[in-house]
């Protein structure tokens, strides 16, 4: 079994800041490429930002610039720091990985149950 369990959620004023955290337990063998999602209400889910097992970064226009992702591939753990937040950055934030497990050929797609994150003007 594998599990993503995030963390680091909350409540912000406009201009703020937040750290969330990611971290993977389990059967895992290797973490691949991970990511953040988020999904406003009435919205489809949109990828955020993600960073690859030697640390290549990709990251949606619209928070370039204010989002930071690492990784710590050791504590398995995926972090997004977020910067200068904006009302529209509310949403809840899920975490994604791509992991091989013990036991299974291939990788396979874990997501986390999911932060909220609300940005108050």
């Known amino acids: 079994q594998v599990q993503l369990v995030e963390s680091g959620g909350g409540l912000v004023q406009a201009g703020g800041s937040l750290t969330l955290s990611c971290a993977g337990s389990?059967?895992?063998?290797?973490?691949?490429?991970m990511g953040w999602y988020r999904q406003a209400p009435g919205k489809q889910r949109e990828l955020v930002a993600h960073?690859?097992?030697?640390?290549?970064?990709n990251y949606a226009e619209s928070v370039k610039g204010r989002f930071t992702i690492s990784r710590d591939n050791a504590k398995n753990t995926v972090y997004l720091q977020m910067n200068s937040l904006k009302p529209e950055d509310t949403a809840v934030y899920y975490c994604?990985?791509?992991?091989?497990?013990?036991?299974?050929?291939?990788?396979?797609?874990?997501w986390g149950q999911g932060t909220q994150v609300t940005v108050s003007s």
């Open positions: 389990g059967s895992i063998v290797r973490i691949n490429i």
């Open positions: 994604n990985a791509d992991i091989n497990v013990y036991g299974s050929t291939g990788s396979k797609s874990y």
């Open positions: 960073i690859t097992r030697g640390a290549n970064t």
